[in-house]
Structures are given as structure tokens and as C-alpha cells.
């Protein structure tokens, strides 16, 4: 095997598995986001397998050399700062190309924090989307809460203590019964849990929320719209289009209309 994508703890370091341990001694090499943070993590449990930085700014300039070195025999370990790699971390570019490459891997697995805060949620979990961190600032931050405010499956976002106050006030501010849940600290000293209406936990935070460490929001689907079409999905983006509309965007307006999946009315707009 060629690379370990080999998850850690979250917060709790009782959480680190025998496996990983184990797989963290024996491969050659560990890749990681953070030299400083892992290195607290090896010192803990005497691993002294050497670090390599491998993150975001750097990935594509040392994505080939660890190609080669994995033909040479060499065997590597992907980890992140925390929890699951590559869920909203680097990494799924070089599992891309190792596949390409005919090389191998296989996952040591671990905590992650989205799926903890899914499971104490209490809001249904069968079907639900991962939306990961939002966008920064300004229009896409803003078009991608509506998505999610007007997405039928439970949604599951990550946030910051900076941030998580006003994206619970944007979400208050379209639907403010709507049920939210909110975790902090998840598998740490203060780890905290808490579901309410929208407004309610708008309110909470600064206060009985503190504002302090990671967030897992986990926000209920929209409710199910009585409104009915008498027209077909084809024929209702064909009406979007003839009024002046791209059919990306009547695609996409019909589908949110409708509560439907963009792919399914592109593909019956296209006839496929």
C-alpha cells in the first residue's frame, strides 16, 4: 500500500486508535497540514516517523516528488490537523492522481466532527447534505445560506467562532422557527450541544453558547411547499428561458420552486 489516509483525534487524544498508532510508525513518511500541530500528536504516542508539510499552498508543487517516491517503494501517511483527512482539507487531488498512477491506498478511519454533530442533533439524519465551511464574505456567503434554507435534506455546515453569530441571525432572518442544531467542542473538556428554533439560538450564543472553538451547525431541510405546478418540469424551465432567463439559472430556479435535485431538471430539460 502505497498511502494511509489515516485519521486522528478531533479534540480527545484517548480517541486515537491502536491502528493509527501503529500505521503512523510504520509508513516512511507523514504527510501533514501543520508540522508544529501533528508533532504534538507523534510526541504523545513516541512516533518518530519524519513530518512533511502537505497543505493547500503547497500541495502542487510537492504532489510530484511524493508520486515518485511512492513508485521508489517509499510509503506515505495523510493526516490532518484533526479528525478525517481530506473532508474539507487538502488531499482528494493527490488520491485523483495516484489512482491515475495505478497506485494504491486504504483508510485508517476515525472521528470526524460533522457526523457527531449530525448524530446529537436530533433533526433527521437518514438523508442530509455536507456543505462544509461556507464561502467568507459578501454574495456567495449570502447565496449559499439560501441554498441551504431552501434545501429539502437536513444540512450540516462548518463554522467559526467569528462567523457563527451572524449566520445564525441570516438564518433566523428567512425562517426563524426552523430547528438548528449547534455543537461545540466536540469530544473536548466543554463539549457542548444544543437545539433550538433559529431565533432562539441566535440569542444563546455570546451567552449560554460561548463564542469559543469549532462549530457543527446542523440545520432541519426545508418544510415541504403546497404549491403546485399544472405545467411539466420541461416546459416550466422552457417558460423561465422564453421570459428572458439562461437556463442554468431556470434550472436551478425551478428546481428550488419545486424542491427537486438541478440534475433531474436539467436532465428533463434536456430530454435525457
Given amino acids: 500500500m502505497n498511502l494511509f489516509i489515516t485519521g486522528t483525534p ?37 512516533i518518530g516517523t519524519p513530518l512533511r508539510s502537505y497543505h493547500d499552498f503547497n500541495k502542487e508543487e510537492v504532489e510530484d516528488r511524493i508520486i515518485e517516491e511512492m513508485k521508489s517503494g517509499k510509503t506515505f501517511a495523510l493526516v490532518s490537523d484533526a479528525g478525517m ?27 470526524s466532527a460533522f457526523t457527531m ?29 439560501e441554498e441551504i434554507m431552501n434545501h429539502p435534506l437536513t444540512s450540516v455546515i462548518y463554522e467559526s467562532p467569528h462567523k457563527i453569530k451572524d449566520t445564525l441571525l441570516a438564518i433566523s432572518g428567512i425562517d426563524p422557527g426552523r430547528n438548528v442544531s449547534v455543537s461545540r467542542e466536540i469530544t473536548k473538556k466543554f463539549e457542548q450541544h444544543e437545539r433550538a428554533e433559529a431565533s432562539r439560538m441566535a440569542d444563546m450564543l455570546g451567552g449560554e453558547i460561548p463564542l469559543k472553538g469549532e462549530f457543527v451547525i446542523v440545520v432541519e431541510g426545508a418544510p415541504e411547499t403546497e404549491e403546485t405546478f399544472d405545467i411539466p418540469v420541461d416546459d416550466h424551465v422552457a417558460q423561465l428561458v422564453k421570459e428572458g432567463m439562461k437556463p442554468k439559472q431556470a434550472i436551478k430556479e425551478v428546481a428550488e420552486l419545486r424542491s427537486l435535485r438541478k440534475q433531474d431538471v436539467y436532465d428533463a430539460y434536456h430530454k435525457k
Fill in 10 to 46: 478531533i479534540g480527545n487524544l484517548d480517541d486515537m486508535t491502536f491502528r493509527a498508532i501503529e500505521t503512523l510508525k510504520k509508513v516512511d513518511v507523514i504527510l501533514c497540514e501543520d508540522t508544529r500541530t501533528t508533532r504534538k500528536l507523534t510526541n504523545h504516542f513516541e
Fill in 117 to 145: 454533530g449530525l448524530v446529537t442533533s436530533g433533526i433527521p439524519s437518514y438523508e442530509f447534505t455536507y456543505f462544509g465551511f461556507l464561502p467568507k464574505t459578501g454574495r456567495k456567503r449570502k447565496e449559499k445560506i
Fill in 85 to 111: 483527512p481530506i473532508v474539507s482539507d487538502p488531499g482528494f487531488e493527490l488520491v485523483e492522481r495516484m489512482q491515475h498512477e495505478g497506485l494504491e491506498c486504504s483508510v485508517i478511519p476515525s472521528a
